[in-house]
């Protein structure tokens, strides 16, 4: 529900256009707003927060480790706290040590404090959601407290990401997948699936 404060300053006539950051859902009410104004007006949106990486198999070879404590870095820092997919080739020796290196890099985080309860208790249902999922390999183990989260890190095959939706959705909070890729020619297939929140 959309607060009354934004919905009567969305609805002012001397606005001409508004802007928003955040998820769809809370995107989609003042886009609502502003297409049914008696004038409507532009609205900018910066919706979701899934970015998916992807990185060759030779750059995770040569850079696994560096890679691997750069993408831990990026799902636990302060500003950008989204899931995030990271993609490598499960037949080619750098994603194990991709793996491994995650683990060692989560490890070293500590927790954070996620901004709202409504917003841990959704990271927590996601988490334990995709936990009961099926061949699901457990690289880094989220502990939560309250508000406060440490990273959620797992490894599935690209054919299950592609198979369960409830590995693409929407989520606030240090949680990611590493998708193995089997060879050159799946490596495209993850991404036509789309990602819903990108």
Same mark, same amino acid.
């Given at each position: 529900? +959309?607060?009354?404060?934004? #919905? ?6 001397? +606005? ?19 297409? /049914?104004?008696?004038? !409507? ?21 040569? /850079? ?23 993609? %490598?080739? =499960?037949?080619? !020796?750098? %994603? ?5 290196? &995650? ?9 954070? &404090?996620?901004? &709202? =309860? ?13 936990? =009961? %999922?099926? =061949? ?11 508000? #406060?989260?440490?990273?959620? +890190? ?19 909070? !240090?949680?990611?997948? +590493?998708?193995?890729?089997?060879? &050159?020619?799946? #490596? ?11």
């Amino acid at each position: 529900m +959309i607060d009354a404060a934004i #919905k009567s300053l969305v609805q002012q006539p001397l +606005i001409k256009a508004v802007g928003f950051t955040g998820n769809l859902r809370g995107g989609r009410a003042p886009f609502g707003l502003c297409s /049914r104004r008696a004038e !409507p007006i532009p609205f900018f949106g910066e919706l979701g927060l899934f970015n998916p990486l992807f990185f060759l198999p030779h750059a995770v070879v040569a /850079r696994g480790a560096a890679n691997a404590a750069g993408w831990v870095g990026l799902l636990t820092m302060e500003a950008v706290r989204h899931q995030s997919g990271y993609f %490598c080739g =499960d037949r080619r !020796p750098g %994603c194990q040590g991709f793996c491994r290196a &995650t683990q060692v890099a989560a490890a070293q985080v500590g927790q954070h &404090t996620m901004l &709202t =309860d409504g917003i841990a208790a959704a990271f927590r249902a996601r988490r334990d959601l995709v936990a =009961d %999922c099926a =061949d699901v390999l457990e690289v880094a183990v989220n502990v939560s407290d309250g508000r #406060k989260a440490m990273p959620a +890190i797992r490894a599935i095959s690209s054919a299950d990401w592609l198979r369960d939706h409830a590995f693409g959705g929407e989520v606030f909070g !240090p949680m990611g997948f +590493i998708v193995r890729v089997r060879g &050159t020619w799946q #490596k495209g297939q993850p991404s036509r699936r789309g990602w819903k929140g990108s």
